[in-house]
């Protein structure tokens, strides 16, 4: 990996109006060899409703907490995701023993019911608040399709010639989460963290940002790079997914949030990957496989069941 001191600006707006998107590939690949994030702009999601998405978090963390809980986490991953109750266990980057300071709500993708064959299947759970729900569906349609647009870019960044593992992300696995960070007290100890310090374990986030900041990306020599809001743009990374499927050319880069401001931030991921069924290996053309193959439905498994609370108490069952 290559040390870095910022985080590099990627235009969309070729891949988006269907020019030539040779030198967006490279770019693509430049970034996300050396990085793993970039700020994406030129994208084409409307910004009311970015400002829309925004506002219904906001509605819905001001929701009693009881009315919150009514709705917690279930075993399918939908729902309310109360503060202290998830936690990155992930010795390699920190020594992690309190849970992150955040709350959320997560949706995933819309199903009429639970299919038992079909890990995290199911319909989502809804707050009874007036257009929530139509707000979250119109945010993951839109960005669902940016998805699709930027894993066929990352394919073109690698010179793949076999683009078959794109059908993976016609039905994919979609999480959107609304995510409150609370103020952080000065006097809070090193290693309690808004979000501790990890890698994401899909293919590709799509991260909005409200204007308070956090986020920082560690590099290679273990520094920490300020990751900032910018008007309209997005965060967009590498997880780690992706990582093992370009045969470990496109990074999946460890940060975390460390919320100082003395405000409230919220921030909206969207999460982007294959249909659950999906085998993971290195795609044809990336050179020799360094990485063994693996269903991502059971490494979500073995991920879910290690961070939260609610899953833990599934695998006890």
Known sequence: MTEFSQIPVLDLGPLMRGE???????????GYGTVGFGYVIGHG?????????FAASRQFHQMPAAEKEAIALDRSHRGYIAINTSTDVNSDLAEVTKPNQSASF????????ADPGVYLSGPNQWPELEGFREVCEAYVAQMTVLGQRLMALALEALEVTDRSILSAFVTPTTWLRLLHYPPQPPQSPDDLYGSAPHKDFGCLTLLAQDDVGGLQVQTPQGHWVDAPPMPDAFVVNVGDMLHAMSNGRLLSTPHRVINTSGRERYS????????????IAPLPGTGDPRFRPVEFGSFLRSELEAGYDAHKSDSAD
Do not use: G, K, N, Y
Not at 45 to 53: C, G, K, V
């Open 20 to 30: 030539d998107t040779q030198a967006l590939a490279r770019e693509f690949a430049a």
């Open 45 to 53: 999601i409307d910004p009311a409703l970015r400002t829309a998405i």
């Open 106 to 113: 997560m949706m995933m993708r819309e199903d009429e019911a």
């Open 268 to 279: 909206v991921p969207f999460f982007f990957d294959p249909h659950v069924s999906t085998r």
